[in-house]
């Protein structure tokens, strides 16, 4: 017998770990440190902690109670082991080998059968184990493979599923718990187990006893004085948090952790793939705020309960919504809305989905109009800046409805098929001369892509990609890019208008502070900042949305009670709405539209009847989510205000607009014609924050202070992009997976042919006038 026992031992070989031991869970904190989740990896919740992590009162309190010689045999047990494969062999109930060694083995090498041949190998593989492995090494491979109840696998695991703490910070008292917790977790946890012998009052009962009886094993092993126990014990039972299911990610949880994956894998710099992420292991700290994202989501379900209604109207299904907060001059995601439910819904509707943002782009007109300047008409299309003339917001442009399209230099723009675009107003209502101040407090489409045509839609793309927008969102660049034919995500968005909250200082988005395996920092993204435009420009931005919000179209957001700017988008054939808004502590942008995304063809819908409403603004429900969003979000902290702008650019007068204009006659106000009007005659004041005046401000959520116009995708929508991450930029590998400029079938927001502003079919924001055919084009 001990013959073959040798030629056994010689035999035999130590495996490799099996998969289930490799196998571990990512772990994903808050931006205040809070764990989120517990994510990825396999079936089983276990995060991989080294020794020096592990308190030495854990480490005693194990031994104590379930290997006093741990640190002085040779690993096994051989009477316990004969005991137990004696009685298996007569048919008696199963029993486990004594020692730690043999446990660590069955746990990390073997399954979790009784069997005798499973029990032969135990003895055999431990016995090498032993003799080959530091005890210390086999410690910590046993409190990382041990199974403590509630899906937790490893002391990190049980640490965070009972005391809501790493397992660093464990307590003498909530180690010596723990440990009891080994010895049999469906009978020792107290919030109870499976089956009438684990009720809460059995299980509290078992182990309080337990716990007492560890704490004086530990004094009689001499790793635990009596005083130092008498202290334990009169303090009470460490009684644990209550049990939580820590691999949930429905809600929005689903959504922030694809996201902090999908920055990590797709930047070149962190050296993790995304195998290796599925691997586990990792601890994944954020940037989200754990307030902000359940404000976020609050402020969504409540105006979406109170107005969408599926089974009262048919046109409230599929009705989407998607939101973002960034950090101006940081870049931090600090909350996010993907959708109903990560579970569910697939698309992270903050991230890039294809949805034009209508006209909260002509910010960038405007950026573009003030930085680059417009283009002198005597000279040819390329122009220095020395050439060009820097704009002011008072300058004036005609804000008539079907105005002639000009090209910077005067003459009549026309397609290659030699046809006009005549550009109309929202409820084609005719705003005669106007300053360019006022027409983004209204949202007048006429003066902003006439503007875009005399600086140019190059100048127009850069500054969108300078605020912060990526070049895959971006539109081809057609006379109504101004009006917002793009995509850009709401994070995208967000972070653009963060450029302007911070004085022209542009921060790449990230959502992800550090990546910590085994105890080491694996992956810290550097923050990159960078100043893209000059203050006076992004201070002058602010101010005029500002006045969007005091008394313009976005009037819903003054309930916030605190300096705000913004802008409110609304594309054509009302299948998008935004709110796109800011303080100088935060940037938000909420989008709102239709989709089925269930179907098999994605396809964007018209909201006209949504929630009972006429039609959608951004002024409407976009607004009102992200003013109470914002309150919430911002609720004790300090109010701030922005920078008085600096005095910028020369009074311009675009095409038709003289330095003294004779007042144009306005067509009868049409149900959308806000019933405020802007004086016909521009204003000769300086460019500074203007006072809001009650008497011209239009009332929250009334449609008449929206006259939006962007464009549709030219007939054929491009079908969102599931798993995109808009992240970090291409320097950071989390580019849009959205659409490349052009496109073969239509699909690009610019049009199949590239001539038509308006796409394929055209749409309702412009009229086609003369050429081979003078029919007018419709959507």
Known sequence: MIGLTGIALAMVDVPDPNAAAKQQKNVYYWANGKQMVVAGGGDHNRQIVPLSQIPESMQHAVIAAENESFYEDSGVDPMGIARAVGKMALGGETQSGSTITQQYVKNTYLDQSQTLTRKAKELFISIKVGATEEKPDILAGYLNTAYYGRGAYGIQAAAQAYFRKDSSDLTASEGAFLAATLNGPNLYDPAGGVGSAATREKNTARAENRWAWTLKREVETGKMTDATRDKIIKKGFPHPKPPTKSTELKGQKGYLVEMANNYIANNPKSGISKRQLEQGGYRIYTTFSQKKTMELKKAVEDVKKKNIDPDK?????????????????????????????????????????????????????????????????????????????????????????????????????????????????????????????????????????????????????????????????????????????????????????????????????????????????????????????????????????????????????????????????????????????????????????????????????????????????????????????????????????????????????????????????????????????????????????????????????????????????????????????????????????????????????????????????????GEWWGGPSAQSRRD
Not at 624 to 633: D, L, N, S, V
């Open 313 to 765: 109207r048919d046109v409230d299904h599929h009705v989407q919504f998607g939101g973002a907060s960034v950090k101006p001059g940081d870049g931090a995601i600090e909350a996010i809305y993907g959708g109903e439910d990560a579970t569910k819904h697939f698309t992270n509707n903050a991230d890039y989905t294809g949805v034009q943002v209508g006209s909260t782009f002509k910010p960038f007109v405007m950026a573009a109009a003030m930085r680059d300047g417009v283009r002198n008409p005597d000279l040819g299309p390329t122009q220095s800046t020395e050439q060009r003339k820097q704009v002011s917001p008072k300058s004036v442009y005609n804000g008539n409805n079907k105005i002639k399209l000009r090209d910077y230099n005067g003459e009549v723009w026309t397609d290659k098929d030699g046809r006009e675009w005549h550009q109309k107003n929202d409820g084609n209502e005719n705003r005669g001369m106007i300053d360019l101040r006022t027409a983004m407090q209204y949202s007048v489409n006429t003066p902003f892509i006439q503007l875009g045509m005399d600086v140019g839609t190059d100048k127009v793309r850069e500054a969108a990609l300078d605020a912060g927008v990526t070049k895959d969102s971006l539109a081809r660049t057609t006379p109504t890019f101004s009006l917002g034919t793009s995509a850009p995500s709401a994070i995208r968005m967000a972070n653009a208008y963060a450029t302007f909250a911070k004085s022209g200082v542009r921060a790449e988005p990230y959502s992800v502070k550090k990546v910590v395996r085994k105890g080491a920092v694996e992956f810290r993204p550097e923050k990159q900042e960078r100043n893209t435009f000059n203050p006076a420009v992004a201070d002058n931005i602010t101010n005029m949305l500002e006045t969007v919000v005091q008394k313009g179209t976005g009037t819903a957001a003054k309930a916030l009670g605190r300096p705000a700017a913004g802008k409110t988008g609304t594309t054509d054939d009302n299948k998008s709405a935004w709110f796109t808004g800011y303080t100088p502590q935060l940037s938000t942008s909420i989008g709102m539209w239709r989709v089925n995304d269930k179907a098999k063809s994605q396809k964007f819908l018209k909201m006209y009847g949504v929630g009972g409403q006429k039609s959608i603004h951004g002024a409407s429900f976009p607004a009102e989510i992200w003013t109470k969003y914002m309150k919430g979000a911002l609720a004790g902290e300090p109010v701030k205000s922005f920078p008085v702008p600096s005095p910028i650019g020369e009074k311009v007068f675009g095409d038709g607009a003289s330095p003294s204009p004779t007042p144009t006659p306005e067509e009868t106000p049409s149900e959308e014609t806000p019933s405020e009007k802007p004086s016909e005659k521009p204003s000769e004041k300086p460019s500074k924050p203007e006072k809001p005046d009650p008497s011209e401000s239009c009332k929250p959520h009334e449609e008449p202070c929206e006259p939006d116009g962007g464009q549709d995708n030219g007939g054929q929508e491009p079908p969102p992009v599931i798993g995109g991450n808009d992240q970090g930029g291409a320097a950071n590998g989390g580019a849009d997976q959205g659409q490349a400029d052009g496109g073969a079938n239509g699909g690009d927001p610019g049009g199949a042919n590239g001539g038509d502003p308006g796409g394929a079919n055209g749409g309702e924001t």
